[in-house]
């Protein structure tokens, strides 16, 4: 009885949460159960827009735009022209599907079963909304706190970066030797 209790107690932001959580568990579990690689990278830029769903919801909705335009954007294209010219065959094993399964059963009953428990004994804090502050995810505090607190990780970052381009130019560049068709 208390459990159909708690369920009529649920606001409209917690049964959003709840269908957003549905859906990044769909998508994470298809990209890597999809045997398709391009369905893997589809079924991975859902997972990425419910992420940013989840952020707009703890009102960071920079991270949210940073996390669609980054993520879902400019590195999932990064993905899909890698896994297309690649032109990756499929290859079955049908000798150990079935331990294969088996193994994912097990592993999977048991995250499920520890993942049961812990959430049955958190207690979740309530937000008392006379001492929330508003601007907790806004991008003005999160510039504050990365130009001044992590200013040298944040520089550090961008010299790996630039290490990380000047490397993929190098890999790309041909030989003088070699013919382009």
Not at 22 to 49: C, D, K
Not at 74 to 102: D, R
């Amino acid at each position: 009885m208390d459990f159909l209790e708690t369920i009529k107690q649920l606001t409209s932001t917690h049964w959003s949460f709840y269908i957003i959580s549905v859906l990044t568990l769909f998508g994470a579990l298809g990209t890597i159960m999809s045997r398709n690689p391009i369905h893997s990278v589809i079924y991975l830029i859902l997972t990425f827009f419910s992420l940013s769903a989840h952020y707009v919801l703890l009102n960071a909705q920079f991270l949210a735009a940073v996390n669609i335009v980054v993520y879902a954007g400019a590195i999932m294209v990064l993905f899909l022209f890698v896994v297309m010219f690649l032109n990756i065959k499929e290859e079955e094993t049908h000798k150990s599907k079935n331990k294969v399964m088996i193994a994912s059963t097990i592993v999977s009953c048991t995250i499920g079963i520890i993942l049961l428990a812990a959430v049955k004994m958190t207690q979740a804090p309530r937000v008392n909304p006379y001492t929330y502050q508003v601007k907790t995810g806004f991008i003005e505090n999160l510039g504050k706190v990365l130009y001044s607190k992590y200013l040298l990780p944040f520089e550090l970052v961008s010299v790996l970066f630039l290490i990380a381009m000047a490397g993929a130019v190098m890999l790309g560049k041909k030989e003088k030797g070699e013919r382009s068709f």
